[in-house]
């Protein structure tokens, strides 16, 4: 399938801990043409690090990682709620 140049495609950023998890995830999501895997992180500080780089509009992460504390997602949401959705 050849995708559409012309949608405005949905930059997604995937955080996760478990490598076979993110390749799931990358492989469902590339079968739409209007959603682009912009990056992925496998913990929270990897996350931040690419939200400020990438600015995508949706993050979808794992809450129960290595890592990942309140104080780590707090941080990520705060500097980040309104550019893009979680």
Do not use: W, Y
Not at 1 to 29: A, N, P, Q, W, Y
Not at 66 to 80: C, D, F, H, I, T
């Amino acid at each position: 399938m050849e995708k559409d140049k012309s949608l405005k495609r949905i930059r997604v950023i995937t955080v996760d801990d478990h490598e076979i998890l993110r390749g799931g995830i990358k492989f469902v999501l590339l079968a739409f043409d209007d959603i682009e895997l912009v990056g992925e992180a496998r913990n929270a500080d990897e996350a931040i690090h690419l939200c400020e780089q990438l600015q995508p509009d949706v993050v979808l992460m794992d809450l129960m990682m290595v890592g990942m504390n309140g104080q780590k997602q707090q941080e990520l949401s705060a500097k980040n709620t309104q550019k893009f959705k979680f």
